[in-house]
C-alpha cells in the first residue's frame, strides 16, 4: 500500500513570510495528491489538489507542486497570515483508500 | 458545511463498553470512510465502504466494526472499549470511492473513554 511521508512537523513562520511543506509517497501509480487543513477541533478540509497530468496549480496565495519522478509534492504558502495557522494534511490514494500524512503544525506569528 | 453528518458530536464512556457512531455521506455520494484521529495525531485510515459492500480496510482492531446500510449511511462499532481508544473519529464520503476523488469530511465524534 502507499506510504506518505510528511516533513517538517512543525514550521513557525512570521506573517508575509512562505511557508513550504513537503510529502513523498510510495506508490508510483498514484495519480492524485490533495491537500487538507485542519484548524483547532475542526474537520480537515480540502484547500487544493493536484493531478499527475500537472506540474503545478495555484489557487491565490497557495501552490501545490508535484513532480512524479522524484515521488514528491509540496505545498506553498506565500505571505502567510495568522489565520493560516494550522495542521496541514498531504495525501496519497493507495488500492481504494486514501492514506494521510502524518500532518504539519504551521504556526504564523504576527 | 461539508454536507457530511455525523452524530453524536461528543460520546464519553466507560472503559469495557460499547458504542456506535454514525454517519450520513453527502447527497449523491456512495462510499463513506472511517477515520480515527487520536490526540496530535495524523488521520489512521479504518476502512472504506462502497454501496454497501467493504471496498478496503486499513489498521482497524478486531473490536471495531462497521457496515453501510441500503440507505447509505454507515455506523462504526466500537466494543471492549480501552483508554487508547480514545479519539476523534472522522467519516469522509466520495462519490464512488475510486483513486482521485475528493474526500468530505464531517465534523467528527469525539470519543472519551474514563
Known amino acids: 500500500g502507499e506510504n506518505v511521508e510528511q516533513h517538517p512537523s512543525t514550521l513557525s513562520v512570521q506573517e508575509g513570510d512562505s511557508a513550504v511543506i513537503k510529502c513523498t509517497y510510495s506508490?508510483?501509480?498514484?495519480?492524485?495528491f490533495p491537500w487538507y487543513k485542519q484548524e483547532l477541533g475542526k474537520r480537515p478540509q480540502l484547500i487544493i489538489d493536484i493531478r499527475s497530468n500537472v506540474g503545478e496549480k495555484k489557487d491565490q496565495r497557495i501552490a501545490v507542486t508535484l513532480n512524479k519522478t522524484a515521488k514528491h509534492f509540496s505545498l506553498h504558502i506565500t505571505e502567510t497570515q495568522p489565520e493560516d495557522s494550522a495542521v496541514y494534511f498531504c495525501?496519497?490514494?493507495?488500492?481504494?483508500?486514501?492514506?494521510f500524512g502524518a500532518g504539519t503544525r504551521l504556526t504564523v506569528k504576527p | 458545511d461539508s454536507g457530511v453528518t455525523q452524530t453524536p458530536k461528543h460520546l464519553i464512556t466507560a472503559t469495557g463498553q460499547r458504542v456506535t457512531l454514525r454517519c450520513s455521506p453527502r447527497s449523491g455520494d456512495l462510499s463513506v470512510y472511517w477515520y480515527q484521529q487520536s490526540l496530535d495525531q495524523g488521520l489512521q485510515f479504518l476502512i472504506q465502504y462502497y454501496n454497501g459492500e467493504e471496498r478496503a480496510k486499513g489498521n482497524i482492531l478486531e473490536r471495531f466494526s462497521a457496515q453501510q446500510f441500503p440507505d447509505l449511511h454507515s455506523e462504526l462499532n466500537l466494543s471492549s472499549l480501552e483508554l487508547g481508544d480514545s479519539a476523534l473519529y472522522f467519516c469522509?464520503?466520495?462519490?464512488?470511492?475510486?483513486?482521485?476523488?475528493?474526500?468530505?469530511f464531517g465534523s467528527g465524534t469525539q470519543l472519551s473513554v474514563l
Open positions: 495525501a496519497a490514494p493507495s488500492n481504494n483508500d486514501m492514506r
Open positions: 469522509a464520503s466520495s462519490a464512488s470511492g475510486g483513486l482521485g476523488e475528493k474526500l468530505f
Open positions: 506508490d508510483s501509480a498514484s495519480n492524485y
